[in-house]
């Protein structure tokens, strides 16, 4: 899978590419479940296949599944992702 421009291979490099528009994008077209279920993050990926697709609450949702917390910036995502390393 792509995030902002780049290939992802685990969740660290997810937040370190953080973008909510095209994790959003990813949701939805599947992209994303696939993802999370080749990487081995089988439980990520249940916990993606259970949000109702029209479920108004998705990005917190995401938020919540991938540990970030509500009121950082995807920059601030990024950046810690990049610190972790």
Known sequence: ???NGEYLETLQDLKRCFCIDELVYSYYSGELELFLDKIGAHEKAERIRKIPVSNALLLIRLYEIFECNLEDSEEKIRSDAA???
Do not use: W
Request: charged share 15%.
């Open 1 to 3: 899978m792509y995030m």
């Open 83 to 85: 610190s972790d390393q």
